[in-house]
């Protein structure tokens, strides 16, 4: 009996320990998500609900959740233009760590600039000033969209000429300065990556790199895709897996190991022709026709490869899967979204 106690007393303060040493908390931290029902939130909910327990990762936003995801775990309503509102869930809920994901992707914030510069700017004001208040980890994802036709674009390092032209990588570049100046001045422990396309089987929330997610969808359902990119278009990628583990490694990494507080990720980079290669080799039958829109001309001031040593060095960041195995994944997850849709 006594043995039993001592090894289950051990086990407890084991996992404490790992706690504290991954997070600086001697508890799992309560982690707060906005924009939580977009293409990211859900999945990410998903897996820091498996490293810290379910009802530390509260999921919001401003949308009615599914039944399956009111289900799922902590969902409440969170309007990040609502300071106040932000104040009292940060304190009822007494949250340690906010990931900030509400914004108006590329595309659709060239369609409503004003309300990008509320949710993307006005937005990023009031939580970094509560993360400031509440001396919160604040997590913000940035995007190869803050770059711009100035920039290197092949490839891309981490401190380079920022001037991009659209509203969303204005925002952006807006939210990265912001949170290392509050770094600076405040000490706010406020964390960065500069995300590529992120490629997963829900639906995108309208961004450039949204085709090598459509393509997917229309294959499998249709047999064909039009493509609104021009063959030749080279964009770097990550499945949203890697992109999930590159957030949750990034946000355990101890303070010491990071140089800098914005980094770029990536996996890989490809043309939609390439893409398309890769895809033949499962469904030899598809067919594929190219009208380029306005989103090529976004695409065409962006990062074509995207310079990442910079995390690889400080706090050991590795891409896992490569293009083999994405196209593997999506046509499985795609397929099984499909049935479990009905159509
Ligand atoms: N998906 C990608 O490929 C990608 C790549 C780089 C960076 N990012 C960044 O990651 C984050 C998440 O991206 P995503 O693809 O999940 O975006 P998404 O567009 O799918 O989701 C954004 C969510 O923000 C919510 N939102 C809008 N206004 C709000 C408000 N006033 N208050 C609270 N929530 C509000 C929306 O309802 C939506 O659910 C974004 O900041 C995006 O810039 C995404």
Redesign the pocket.
């Known amino acids: 009996m006594s043995l039993l106690k001592k090894t289950f007393q051990g086990a407890i303060k084991i996992s404490i320990r790992s706690y504290s040493a991954n997070t600086g908390l001697n508890k799992p931290p309560k982690i707060l998500i906005?924009?939580?029902?977009?293409?990211?939130?859900v999945e990410c909910a998903k897996h820091l609900r498996g490293k810290y327990g379910k009802d530390n990762v509260i999921l919001?936003?401003?949308?009615k959740p599914s039944t399956e995801i009111f289900n799922d775990g902590p969902y409440i309503f969170?309007?990040?233009?609502?300071f106040k509102g932000l104040q009292k869930i940060v304190v009822d809920h007494r949250v340690d760590w906010l990931i900030?994901?509400?914004?108006?992707?590329s595309a659709?914030g060239e369609q409503n600039v004003p309300?990008a510069v509320?949710?993307?700017i006005e937005?990023m004001h009031n939580v970094i000033e509560l993360a400031k208040q509440y001396n919160l980890r604040i997590f913000?994802?940035?995007?190869?969209?803050a770059f711009g036709p100035d920039s290197p674009r092949n490839p891309t390092p981490n401190i380079t000429v920022q001037r991009p032209r659209t509203i969303?990588g204005v925002s952006?570049v807006h939210a990265e300065l912001l949170g290392e100046y509050y770094h600076y001045k405040f000490g706010l422990d406020f964390r960065c990556l500069?995300?590529?396309?992120?490629?997963?089987s829900?639906?995108?929330?309208?961004?450039t790199?949204?085709y090598a997610i459509a393509i997917f969808h229309d294959v499998l359902r249709k047999g064909h895709y039009e493509c609104y990119l021009k063959p030749d278009t080279r964009l770097p990628m990550m499945h949203v897996r890697d992109?999930l583990r590159a957030l949750s490694e990034y946000l355990e990494a101890p303070n010491e190991m990071l140089q800098r507080r914005v980094y770029n990720v990536t996996s890989m980079s490809f043309t939609p022709e390439e893409l398309a290669d890769e895809m033949f080799k499962y469904l030899p039958d598809f067919t594929l026709s190219y009208k380029p829109d306005s989103r090529q001309d976004i695409a065409d001031s962006w990062p074509q490869v995207f310079d990442d040593s910079e995390a690889r060095r400080d706090w050991n960041w590795k891409p896992e899967i490569d293009m083999d195995n994405l196209v593997k994944l999506m046509l499985k997850e795609v397929k099984e979204k499909i049935i479990a849709n009905g159509f």
Do not use: C, E, M, W
């Open positions: 906005t924009g939580g029902l977009g293409q990211l939130g919001s936003d401003i949308i969170a309007d990040i233009l609502d900030h994901f509400s914004a108006l992707l659709i309300l509320r949710v993307n937005g913000v994802p940035s995007t190869i969209g969303y952006k500069r995300f590529p396309g992120v490629i997963s829900d639906p995108p929330g309208g961004g790199t949204d992109a």
